[in-house]
Structures are given as C-alpha cells and as structure tokens.
C-alpha cells in the first residue's frame, strides 16, 4: 500500500510554507518517489516522530552545505560565521514541518502529537525500519542544492469511517 | 520592555530574538524549558514571557500553570510559540492561561500583533 497523493501534498506544501517564512528560500519540487527501503549518501537527517492517529516520522534530508545554508538563513548569520548552530537549526527545521504537516492533517483526522526532534550527520549511513513501513520522499532543489523531506508511515492505512 | 524566551530550541530562541530586534525591542533573557524558566522568573523581573509547548523536563504547558499559580507572576502576559495547532491544542493553551498564541512558521508581522494583543488582555 503506498502514501495517499494528498498527504504528500500537504508535507510538500508544509516544507514550502517553513522555508519560504522562516528562511525566504523558495523550494523547487522535483517528482516524489515511493522508497523500498534506505537511502545512502545524505549527510544531515533531521527526523521528527508523531503518534496517536497516525504512527511515523518526518524526515529532512540534505548535505552539509545545504544544511549550514538553511542554518544561516535561519539564524540570519553568514555561513562562514556559523559554529555549532545548524544540527539545532536542522531539528527546528524538521519540528516545524513536521508540526504543519501534522496541523494540516488534523484539519481532517484526529490529531496526532510530534516528538522532540533528533539530528544525525554522517558521511555513510541508512535508516531501516522494522514491519510494515510505507516510505515516500519528496525531492526539492534549494537554490541549485538537493534536499528532500521524506514521509515514513508505520502501519497500513486505517480504514475510514 | 524585558522579555523571558523559554525553548528548548537554542536556534528558536535566537530567530524569536532576532525578531524582537527588529521590532525594536533589546531586553532579553532566555531559558532553555519550563523549569528554568520558573527559575528564572523568581530572580528576574520580566514583562512578557514567550514559551515554546513541547520542551523536556517541564513543557511550555506546565510552565504556563507554574506562573499563573505564582501571586507574583500571575498577571504576567505570556505568549505561546508552537507548531501545535489544532483546535484542541489552542483550548488547552488558553485553559493553561495562555494570552496569544503564535503558530510557527510566523513572519515578524504576526509576532508583533500577538504581542500587542496579549499586552492588551
């Protein structure tokens, strides 16, 4: 069973709506792919959990780069002065996608809650999950860099009433 | 005017300051949850608090109770700063003692309204 088009939209829209408000960066969407299992090669992944409703996770992917770029733009610092600011900056990237997302979906279900959340940056790692896991993600270019957000569903879909 | 920013989010609290900043305001003091906040409250004199909901130790929620429960911060004005914002989440806010909420993502402008807004409730 794959991720309902709709909800796609809305975590698409949601991503849009975070970096052209809180970062003036208008995002550029490239066709979303359903993803069998993990993805390798992306350096910063800003994950973000919810449960209740719904049961999964929101992640943002990007390099590096694009993830001191999203930093400094945030925090309106020039990237060669940033520190240690952007594994901070990328949670409260995800945080704030995540959290419109969720809204988004509970303008029409229940609403589920979002979790704290958590950064990992590496040069060569995956995610894998365990049982029935549906994974989609939607690829951006952000001023000529990739980044995606990517929509982790645990469970199969709940059978409307 | 002196504001107290609680978020366990050290880049939140500075693009909320960074906000501030450009509406003018300078006086700032900031504390990473609710807890801290409530330490901070009893030996810092403020006039608004802004917080965050979800925070560890002590949430943005319970945070607001503490300082509604306290005779000397009681009638302080405290805007909320969330991405929670469904219908049931604005009610719990308010039924904490919220006096304006603000749903991230937000521009300065809204930052602004809110802050007059809870001025004058």
Known sequence: ?161 | MRFLIVDDSSTMRRIIINTLNKLGYKDFHEAGNGREGVDRLATTPVDMVITDWNMPEMSGIDFIKAVRANEATRALPVLMVTTNAAEDDIKEALRAGVNNYVVKPFTPDTIKEKIQAALKA
């Open chain 1, 1 to 161: 069973m794959t991720i309902p088009a709709e909800m796609l939209t809305d975590l698409m829209t949601s991503t849009e709506e975070v970096f052209e408000t809180m970062m003036f960066k208008s995002l550029v969407r490239v066709p979303a792919v359903e993803t069998a299992s993990e993805r390798k090669g992306a350096h910063v992944v800003a994950t973000v959990a919810f449960a209740g409703h719904r049961r999964g996770l929101v992640a943002i992917h990007s390099s590096i780069d694009a993830a001191r770029s999203i930093a400094g733009a945030m925090l309106g610092i020039a990237i060669e002065d940033l520190n240690d600011e952007m594994p901070d900056a990328m949670g409260e990237v995800a945080n704030m996608v995540a959290g419109t997302f969720r809204n988004k979906l509970a303008a029409i279900e229940p609403a589920s809650a979002i979790a704290v959340p958590t950064v990992t940056i590496g040069s060569d790692f995956s995610t894998k999950y365990m049982g029935a896991v549906r994974r989609a993600r939607c690829p951006f270019q952000m001023e000529g860099q990739p980044i995606a957000v990517e929509l982790i569903l645990i469970g199969e879909e709940k059978a409307a009433a």
